[in-house]
């Protein structure tokens, strides 16, 4: 029995006997009145009829006739005049009047006055002894409405005291659920905190889980810092602090490869014959003079929102920069910043500065070789070198059919889903990835969009994605791919993830269009998985919040793809109660052979872990990767390196795998 309904039960078992009685002794003090009220109406009505008959100077038979005339008057019950001597000269009686009130009442409650008596007389002589009863039917009548006036009362303030105790009570428990709440939200890994209540009792409680869940988000708090510390040490330089080269090339790619992305500029950075430098200062000096060489790198990533700085090798270093059109005005500053430090005048070093702007579509082979050519330039011209990038120009025309096209598509229904297996350590399938591919005419030489269809092959999302998200056609696309998914779903039962952009989650209406057709598609909501990519700073938090809560109630589970990047965002992407966590290949390669990359990768997985959270490991292509991350705990993996062969009746072409979400 619960602690509310037992004090529950203890109000009511002091509250009833305390009314009961309190009913019972206002009864009997009523009666108790109505009784001498009786007693003194008997003796005032003998009284009077004892004067009206000794005006009858001792005639037996007026005296009767008077007494018979007061008796049909209906007051009296019974009238009896005796003699001295006892006898009864007459006497007068009839049925007492039933009251109006339940016979278990008048029994319960009998009332009993004595008679009135009063002596008749003619003249000096004393005639008899007269004695009357009155009718007492009025007694009970009006001793029950006394009851039924007073139990109303009772029970109108009973009704009063109970709604002031359950109103009392369920202000007392509303802490205690909060409580309850929240221990339960601490069991399922979220750190809610509790507003404190009013009650000195319970807001003592409360203090205590509110102290402990913020003890807790410290707790993970500084163990993200750790695994962020240790994914520095993991992809960084030990001697400059910069991004080794394959972080560097990766994010690169990242940057080159987003269609949303404004176009870039890369700067590579090299010291002159660093060997004699080496030679002439030392391997200490020299290292101290390649840090600071990266302390004017940094600079610029710590100012510049998207930057980044990586060492390539020995003395190459390389900057790439987030924006178009201000690469030779960078590429002049570092050249003088850098021949200008007391370090590099000491040991007699020169720098070359290179670089290309207006990056947007190349790959990052491409993009490091454009640069690197202009950085040979550089150092036969002694001056800061940077050629423009070569772009694909679109006319305007061009550019209006396809995004038709990417519309027209849509309309049509020229879309499907590719499919990627997301595997356990048992090789148990956890969903299928799922980015979208749509189908286009194949254009014509002028520009224009053919009508031939199959003609056509359905294309990846890296040839119309940019268009599609200038055009504002993203919650058109990811629409389309929910719908596609809980097709497929429904079909053959096979769970399925599939990607939501910012823009679409930040469009109004877009989270309720979602949770609709959720709802009509209930069976398939449960076997849906609907990721977004890692962000440290989202662009609309509230519109995240709001959709999780939405989908999640509708079954469907939420992840977060591509990350990695900032360990830190996971608590923050924790509290919108997602699911999983897919962490980004460039974070994990190399794993089996560094041991600097394993020791974050697990630090990282238990901290996932410990938010309660499924770590995913996408695009593994390395075996030998592949089998460290599952000795490190991973819960699934995604790339060329997952088997299919332990996906029965997968029926999935050889060699897919390893590419996530739209991007595929």
Same mark, same amino acid.
């Given at each position: ?31 108790? #009145? ?13 009284? #009077? ?16 006739? *008077? @007494? ?8 009296? +019950?019974?009238?009896?005049? &005796? ?22 009442? *008048? ?12 002596? $008749? ?51 007392? %428990? ?54 962020? !510390?240790?994914?520095? %040490? ?31 500029? /890369? ?35 710590? +100012? ?33 910043? !850098? ?27 491409? @993009? /490091? ?31 209006? =059919? ?7 598509? !849509?309309? %049509? ?12 350590? %048992? ?27 199959? =003609? ?5 999302? &890296? ?57 009509? #598609? ?75 990359? &394993? ?13 309660? /959270? ?22 699934? @993996?995604?790339?060329?390196? $997952? ?19 739209? #991007?595929?």
């Amino acid at each position: 029995m619960t602690m509310t309904r037992r004090l529950a039960l203890l109000i009511a078992a002091v509250l009833l006997p305390a009314l009961l009685g309190s009913l019972w002794l206002h009864t009997l003090a009523a009666r108790d #009145a109505l009784v001498l009220e009786q007693e003194t109406r008997n003796q005032d009505a003998a009284t #009077a009829l004892a004067l009206a008959l000794s005006q009858q100077r001792g005639d037996l038979a007026a005296l009767e006739t *008077v @007494a018979a005339a007061q008796f049909d008057l209906g007051h009296y +019950r019974q009238l009896e005049l &005796r003699d001295a001597q006892g006898r009864t000269l007459f006497q007068r009686q009839q049925a007492a009047r039933e009251p109006s009130v339940p016979a278990w009442f *008048v029994a319960a409650w009998p009332i009993t006055a004595p008679p009135g008596r009063a002596a $008749v007389s003619a003249g000096w002589r004393e005639l008899g002894m007269l004695e009357v009863v009155s009718q007492s039917g009025w007694v009970h009548a009006a001793l029950w409405a006394a009851a039924v006036r007073t139990a109303t009362f009772l029970a109108v303030l009973a009704g009063l005291a109970l709604a002031l105790t359950a109103w009392l009570l369920q202000g007392w %428990q509303r802490p205690l659920r909060a409580t309850v709440a929240q221990a339960r939200a601490i069991e399922a890994g979220h750190f809610d905190l509790a507003r404190e209540p009013t009650q000195p009792e319970l807001r003592e409680l409360t203090r205590s889980m509110n102290a402990m869940v913020k003890r807790l988000k410290e707790v993970f708090s500084a163990q993200a810092d750790q695994v962020a !510390l240790l994914q520095r %040490q993991a992809q960084t330089d030990a001697v400059t602090g910069l991004l080794q080269r394959r972080h560097f090339v990766s994010r690169l790619s990242d940057r080159l490869a987003d269609p949303a992305a404004p176009g870039s500029a /890369l700067l590579l950075v090299r010291v002159l014959r660093l060997d004699s430098v080496n030679e002439r200062l030392g391997f200490e000096a020299t290292d101290r003079l390649l840090a600071a060489s990266a302390e004017v790198l940094l600079a610029y990533v710590d +100012r510049v929102a998207g930057a980044a700085a990586g060492r390539l090798n020995g003395g190459d270093f390389a900057l790439l920069l987030p924006a178009a059109g201000v690469a030779q005005e960078t590429a002049q500053a570092l050249a003088l910043a !850098l021949n200008a430090s007391p370090l590099a005048r000491a040991g007699s070093a020169r720098y070359a500065v290179g670089g290309v702007d207006g990056l947007r579509g190349q790959g990052a082979g491409a @993009a /490091l070789a454009a640069a690197d050519a202009a950085l040979a330039e550089a150092e036969v011209a002694d001056a800061p070198v940077v050629e423009e990038a070569e772009r694909r120009a679109q006319d305007t025309a061009g550019a209006r =059919a396809w995004r038709s096209q990417i519309a027209s598509a !849509l309309e %049509q229904g020229r879309a499907r889903l590719a499919e990627f297996p997301v595997v356990d350590p %048992q090789g148990r399938l956890i969903h299928m990835e799922c980015p979208l591919r749509v189908q286009f005419g194949a254009p014509s030489g002028d520009g224009d969009l053919g009508d031939d269809e199959s =003609a056509a092959d359905y294309r990846p999302a &890296r040839d119309w994605l940019a268009l599609a998200q200038r055009s504002r056609l993203m919650p058109r696309v990811d629409l389309a791919a929910l719908d596609l998914a809980l097709a497929a779903i429904a079909a053959d039962g096979r769970p399925r993830a599939v990607h939501v952009s910012q823009a679409s989650l930040a469009e109004p209406g877009f989270v309720d269009i979602v949770a609709q057709r959720l709802g009509q #598609a209930a069976a398939a909501a449960q076997a849906l998985s609907i990721e977004w990519v890692e962000s440290p700073q989202p662009a609309d938090g509230s519109a995240l919040r709001l959709a999780a809560e939405s989908w999640r109630a509708l079954g469907a589970k939420l992840g977060v793809e591509h990350a990695g990047a900032s360990p830190q965002a996971l608590t923050q992407w924790h509290a919108t109660r997602i699911d999983y966590v897919k962490i980004d290949a460039r974070h994990l390669q190399g794993v089996a052979t560094d041991e600097a990359v &394993r020791g974050y990768a697990a630090s990282l997985v238990a901290l996932v872990h410990g938010l309660g /959270l499924q770590a995913l490991a996408e695009g593994i292509g390395d075996a030998e990767d592949l089998a460290m991350l599952w000795q490190l705990g991973f819960d699934g @993996a995604t790339g060329q390196a $997952v088997s299919l062969g332990v996906l029965p009746n997968a029926g999935l072409p050889e060699g897919r795998g390893g590419l996530n979400g739209l #991007a595929g």
